[in-house]
């Protein structure tokens, strides 16, 4: 019998409260395909309590709609000639190209009105407009009966300022544009704050308990608990494993079934009480006080055993997904 690497509702659905409590709503960020954990499984603990979904494209909105009847907001731009397919599922549809304008203009035009995204950001990576063009795109805007919500994305900390005075300027653009906002969202996880919550948080890792070095008060989400294969008394063995670390001879150890094969970071050997972790095993000294089954629970700080295992918070989410 393997590890049970479970997700808690529950906490999911505090976590949203928390960052709800910083004056805004919050979007779900259920891209790539909810982290790993299934964006429809996502929205059946979620709906509840969450404004709307952010997927990243037309095939993830299909995919989520059956599971909910929310606002689906989509980080990519339709492809082409995928608007209407896009609309049908009501999803509010990104517009970062001229192209997509282009299509977006016509459907508002035979519609009486049409919201679309527009995003700003000075990064490659995401379907935005660089701030430099943003006053020339808005003028494109204006009149095509498009309603624009407008966002961007804190890609780093230290540019964080940067970005918001861009969109600051951009914003301003679309306003003398004469471009009616529907709305603007500009914070993540790592950026959500009473100052950035605007009309919405869109909020990723952070469901999770990911704080992204973010101060907010939130709870880890993810439970691993393992089976005892064999228990060592002291004494009984020298080497934990692929000999990461000796095991002292007062020390009792436990072997669990749980290993990196089943998404457990293998950078949290030799962390703590974790003397070595294999593809499907991992020994541990047994502390008082704490059970040897439990790896990771409620308890537990997202972002720092992240840290203790060398990886991203983004990565330790998705990897236990992989079970
Ligand atoms: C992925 C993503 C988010 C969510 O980020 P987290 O750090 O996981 O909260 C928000 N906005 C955009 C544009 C994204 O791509």
Not at 13 to 21: L, P
Not at 100 to 128: C, F, H, K, Q, Y
Request: with cysteine.
């Amino acid at each position: 019998m393997g590890p049970t690497i479970t997700l808690d509702g529950a906490t999911l659905r505090a976590n949203v409260a928390t960052f709800a409590a910083l004056g805004a709503p919050v979007a779900a960020v259920v891209k790539s395909d909810g982290y790993g954990w299934g964006a429809r499984r996502l929205a059946r603990e979620l709906d509840g309590v969450v404004e709307s979904y952010v997927v990243a494209d037309d095939e993830e909105l299909a995919a989520l709609r059956p599971a909910t009847n929310k606002p689906i907001r989509l980080l990519a731009d339709a492809p082409p000639g995928r608007l209407e397919a896009v609309l049908a599922l009501r999803g509010i549809p990104n517009v970062s190209s001229r192209e997509s304008l282009a299509e977006a203009s016509a459907v508002a035009a035979r519609r009486d009105g049409l919201t679309v995204r527009i995003g700003i950001v000075d990064a490659t990576g995401w379907s935005a407009i660089s701030p430099r063009d943003a006053a020339e795109f808005a003028a494109a805007v204006a009149g095509t009966g498009l309603r624009v919500e407008l966002w961007t994305h804190v890609t780093s900390a230290p540019r964080s300022p940067a970005i918001l005075s861009d969109f600051a300027a951009a914003r301003e653009a679309f306003v003398a544009a004469g471009v009616p906002l529907a709305g603007i969202d500009v914070a993540s996880t790592a950026s959500a704050s009473a100052a950035t919550a605007y009309d919405r948080l869109r909020i990723g890792a952070g469901l999770f308990g990911a704080r992204l070095g973010n101060e907010l008060a939130l709870r880890c989400a993810l439970r691993v608990t393992a089976p005892v294969v064999r228990v060592l008394a002291p004494g009984e063995q020298a080497w934990a494993g692929y000999g990461e670390r000796a095991i002292a001879t007062h020390e009792t150890c436990v072997v669990l079934r749980c290993g990196y094969g089943d998404g457990f970071p293998k950078g949290l050997a030799g962390r703590g009480n974790i003397l070595a972790v294999g593809m499907q095993y991992t020994t541990r000294v047994i502390t008082d006080g704490s059970s040897p089954c439990l790896f990771i629970g409620a308890d537990d700080d997202v972002d720092a055993l992240a840290a203790q295992a060398g990886i991203s918070p983004h990565e330790l989410v998705v990897g236990l997904a992989r079970s």
